[in-house]
């Protein structure tokens, strides 16, 4: 079931077979120098198997910086499934996974991430211990999501703060790529506080929906990035910060939900030229793996140690926007190279 990969930048990559319920992908590995692998389970109808591995490998360093970043005896991982999750996610297909999540004996902890749910990671847990996000059970932490993106409105009104000196959001208007679970909650919070919202997402049932909920402007998603707005929340798929999208957008603020949202590491230094002000992803959504390193460790005051945690996590983020202006660099920038010193700094 599992077969071990050759890869160079990451302690481990596996390739994860089950033909018996047409169960095919990947589970990265990329440092347990903090603690034991953590991050999320993601199904796509990823194109081909390149894509799925440059997928989970980009996904589980981003883990690494994440856990770093939030301060969690953690270190990063990641696993996808090649697949439809609407017509391909059966309970064998779970289970399955759920088998090969546990002969890595504890060295890898998966949750949700995109097109799983709670009630997804149960099956799982039905085959191993390792496994967190659940709704039942000591210490379940639940669907991640609102907690996800209650940090990431956070940190869209530190931005807001620093860019436009209030981090009241009433009146502004705000771009949100991608209507998943965490991009739902994301608009609902916005829409209370008063911001206006521009919405894309492929489902159109779902992006009609959040017109009438949020009263919120339909955009198309390959149009979403370069409309007028204050900030731009990518919420969905990585890369969407390149070298074709950053010269079209027109906002100040970049902060979203969506992991791995730069392209490439120079696409710091290009948000920095243009003086948009970008959170970095792994720090801005680090609030869903709290949720769930919380049911990993076994925290007995869940609330109060996530409360804090967060706390933790936003006094990061301020810190990194007032080091990065003082440096006149671009807090992606100085957001790695804090956690890549706590990595290095572990691993000696």
């Known amino acids: 079931m599992l077969t071990r990969l050759a890869c160079d930048t990451h302690e481990a990559l596996y390739s994860v077979e089950a033909p018996e319920c047409s169960l095919r992908g990947f589970i990265a590995l990329h440092s347990t120098a903090l603690g034991p692998a953590a991050g999320g389970l993601r199904m796509r109808p990823y194109a081909n198997e390149d894509e799925a591995i440059a997928d989970v490998l980009n996904l589980s360093e981003g883990m690494s910086h994440k856990n770093a970043a939030a301060g969690l005896p953690l270190g990063g991982g990641k696993a996808v499934i090649i697949g439809d999750p609407a017509t391909e996610k059966t309970p064998d297909l779970l289970r399955a996974m759920g088998r090969a999540v546990d002969a890595l004996t504890g060295r890898y902890w998966t949750a949700e991430d995109m097109g799983m749910t709670p009630s997804d990671m149960a099956e799982i847990a039905r085959e191993t211990r390792f496994v967190a996000g659940r709704d039942d059970g000591a210490h379940a932490s639940g669907d991640p999501s609102p907690v996800t993106a209650a940090g990431v409105f956070r940190t869209i009104g530190l931005g807001a703060e620093r860019v436009f000196g209030t981090d009241d959001l009433h009146g502004a208007r705000v771009a949100v790529q991608g209507l998943g679970h965490v991009g739902w909650h994301l608009c609902r919070m916005l829409h209370e506080a008063g911001a206006r919202l521009s919405v894309a997402d492929t489902d159109p049932v779902r992006l009609a929906e959040a017109e009438r ?35 079209e957008l027109k906002v100040r603020l970049v902060a979203g939900a969506a992991n791995n949202q730069l392209a490439t590491p120079g696409d710091a230094g290009r948000l920095h030229a243009r003086g948009i002000l970008y959170a970095p992803d792994f720090v801005a959504n680090g609030g869903g793996i709290v949720n769930v390193a919380a049911e990993i460790l076994g925290v007995e005051n869940r609330d109060a140690w996530v409360r804090e945690r967060l706390g933790q996590l936003e006094a990061t983020l301020r810190h990194i926007f007032q080091r990065a202006a003082a440096e006149d660099v671009s807090p992606a920038v100085l957001a790695t190279r804090i956690t890549s010193e706590r990595l290095l700094s572990r691993a000696g």
């Open 213 to 247: 909920a949020f009263a919120a402007d339909a955009v198309a998603p390959a149009d979403v990035h370069s409309v007028f707005a204050d900030i731009f929340a990518p919420c969905a798929v990585g890369g969407v910060l390149n070298a074709r999208t950053i010269p």
